[in-house]
């Protein structure tokens, strides 16, 4: 399968700007609309605020309901989709390539022309209680809230996107209509398609669907100062203990492509370390992996995995004595493992209309362009294996942040710090 070619920008007068992924011999299109406005950018009191819209858009415009919007999306074969993350919102629309002008007309109603109308709102308040509570009840879930509160403290990017359940109560339809006022414009908009239509047609649409947006300056995330330390929650009913460990590394502002390495050679493969040893070697775990989760304010190497309560401290040593080792030496067989498994999964993503559209807009909204494969292939290539040993140093030199959740043996924090100090580690 022949790649896609590489991203052309345009910019309206307003700032909105669009992302156009050129694939001639494509007979579908995707197109979807990405607004920095996320957990990140929320206070206390208007966390989750974000995901409510997301859900709200599709119960009313201006001109449809909610039946029609699905409706008219539907007769055309189209799948319509949306999510929330940290940075942003994205609202998506998959179909028939010459039903492209319709998808970024539908979409720019939904994104621009919400009514929150006040009764679909309270039937969906209760769809929404209902999946915080399926949230809440998930310890992997609640494990990683527990570490991305460990990480950022009290830091926007520790709220998960979620919200609070008081915030779904309360929240009222004049929240959400300001919400949008305040940050559904300007920079804080791209418009990505990918499919056989050229560049200057969708400026046209994009135009006419978006051009009215009001001209917003970026919605911007202040830098996030990783802290540490151990947090836990025990769970009626869980039989298995979850944890998640992690260490605070340059965000993407940092445009440096040594925590994504250091993540697959650590960790992603049954021949990684984590793997190797932990599941093949020594049956201490079902699953584990690691990876580098990077945004604009701030970034986390994280490691995940579940095991039995009772092999939790072996678990939690071993995986501590194999950090200390890669913090010493990297051996070159897994850099090399970890170069290439990152390409292909690169390749493969580049085929992935989806993964493409974002990675399009993420690089639009940190770095103001989108960056070239050739660009990319190159930050991976120059991550040498001095330069991976010399973060795994810093990481474990700075101290981990460690969330356990499931079932979480008596006095865990004390053993953990003894654990951990005996290979070096500090958690404070």
């Keep these: 399968m022949t790649a896609p070619t590489e991203p052309q920008v345009a910019t309206l007068a307003n700032g909105v700007r669009l992302a156009c992924i050129h694939a001639p011999q494509a007979e579908t299109t995707s197109v979807s ?29 201006a001109t449809r309901d909610a039946q029609h919007i699905n409706l008219d999306a539907e007769r055309l074969g189209a799948e319509v989709n949306a999510h929330t993350d940290k940075d942003h919102t994205a609202f998506h629309m998959r179909g028939l390539a010459r039903d492209v002008s319709g998808f970024i007309a539908m979409l720019g109603d939904i994104v621009l022309q919400p009514s929150f109308p006040e009764d679909e709102f309270e039937r ?50 004049a929240d959400l209509v300001s919400h949008v006022q305040r940050q559904y414009g300007g920079a804080n908009i791209v418009v990505a398609v990918a499919g056989p239509t050229p560049l200057d047609t969708l400026a046209r649409d994009v135009q006419a669907a978006f051009g009215a947006a009001p001209a917003l300056a970026p919605n911007l995330i202040a830098p996030a100062s990783f802290g540490g330390g151990i947090a836990s929650k025990a769970m009626p009913g869980s039989s298995q203990s979850h944890l998640v460990m992690g260490f605070g590394v340059p965000g993407q502002q940092a445009d440096d492509a040594t925590a994504a390495v250091a993540a697959a050679l650590f960790g992603e493969g049954m021949s990684s370390p984590l793997l190797g040893e932990l599941r093949e070697k020594r049956g201490l775990v079902y699953y584990a992996a690691a990876s580098a989760d990077v945004l604009d304010a701030g970034g986390q190497f994280v490691i995940e995995a579940s095991t039995a309560p009772e092999q939790l401290d072996e678990c939690l040593t071993e995986l501590a004595r194999l950090l200390a080792l890669q913090a010493r030496r990297i051996d070159p067989v897994d850099l090399e493992r970890a170069h290439n498994q990152l390409l292909v999964r690169r390749l493969r993503a580049l085929e992935e209309p989806a993964r493409r559209l974002e990675a399009a807009a993420l690089d639009l909204f940190i770095h103001g362009r989108v960056r070239s494969l050739a660009e990319w292939r190159a930050g991976i290539a120059a991550v040498d294996g001095e330069r991976v040993r010399a973060l795994f140093e810093r990481m474990l030199a700075s101290g981990p942040a460690l969330a356990v959740s499931g079932k979480v043996p008596r006095g865990l924090r004390d053993r953990v710090r003894t654990l951990l100090a005996a290979q070096g580690l500090r958690c404070d």
């Design 33 to 61: 609309v990405f607004v920095r406005a996320g957990s990140g950018h929320e206070s206390k009191l208007t966390s989750g605020l974000s995901h409510v819209v997301e859900h709200m858009v599709f119960k009313g415009t």
């Design 124 to 173: 969906e308040r209760q769809v929404l209680l209902h999946e915080f509570t399926e949230d809440e009840d998930d310890p992997v879930s609640t494990a990683f809230k527990l570490f991305d509160h460990a990480s950022w403290g009290t830091h926007p990017l520790a709220q998960p996107v979620i919200g609070t359940r008081r915030n779904i109560e309360r929240f009222t339809r």
